[in-house]
């Protein structure tokens, strides 16, 4: 079973800020989540690919593989 709670990493220590579902010795594994990389272009913006993503006049159409199918 894989669950997710929430803590905080403070002077070396996880300090765990849910109740564990478990009570039982079990391995667990550790993501940081940092926002210090985040940059202001990799914000989510609005309309950002406006322009650069085009679909084809023949998406509708059967594909040839399906043919024999139809």
Known sequence: ???TIKGVYDDGKIILT???PV???TNVM???LTEENKTTDEKRMPGRLKGKVTIPDDFDEPLD???DYM
């Open 65 to 67: 593989d399906l043919k």
């Open 1 to 3: 079973m894989l669950t």
């Open 18 to 20: 849910e109740q564990a």
């Open 30 to 32: 550790v993501t940081f």
């Open 23 to 25: 009570t039982t010795k």
